[in-house]
């Protein structure tokens, strides 16, 4: 009886642990640019993608934010105890696995189709 008690609370815990919510996370980002990795976020977390701006100069940034945080703007001073406003940033979020954009460089796939058709060039040139 034990046995069974001491199993099901290990398959309980492994649906806990596959529970964790994944978000890609990018810490800055400018213009298009964003270079992300994974995350798994915390206890009581979302994933969320935020867009700012200062001046002309497009802002992101994606990863794991509290729930109290979620759909606020917010400035961020330089330096942080400064009243002198850098940007201002609108952080959404959204609570389902990778749900806060695709990763990327922009132009990723024509850029890995560009390499690899000059690779192949190459290697047919090499090989004949």
């Known amino acids: 009886m034990n046995r069974i008690i001491l199993q099901l609370l290990a398959v ?3 649906f806990a642990v596959v529970q964790a ?3 890609y996370k990018c810490s800055i980002g400018f213009m298009d640019l964003c270079i992300t ?4 976020c915390g206890t009581g977390e979302l994933c ?3 867009a700012g701006a200062s001046g002309k100069l497009k802002i992101k940034m994606k990863g794991c934010l509290e729930l109290a945080k979620c759909n606020q ?3 961020v001073n330089f330096p942080s105890s400064s009243n002198t406003t ?3 940033m609108t952080k959404t979020c959204c609570d389902t696995d990778l749900c806060n954009a695709a990763p990327g460089l922009p132009g990723t796939s024509g850029l890995s189709l560009a390499l690899a058709t000059i690779t192949a060039l190459f290697m ?3 090989l004949v």
């Open 12 to 14: 309980g815990f492994c």
């Open 21 to 23: 919510l994944q978000c």
């Open 37 to 40: 990795s994974k995350e798994t």
């Open 48 to 50: 969320f993608s935020g």
């Open 73 to 75: 703007t917010a400035d």
């Open 86 to 88: 850098i940007y201002s």
């Open 124 to 126: 047919a040139n090499t």
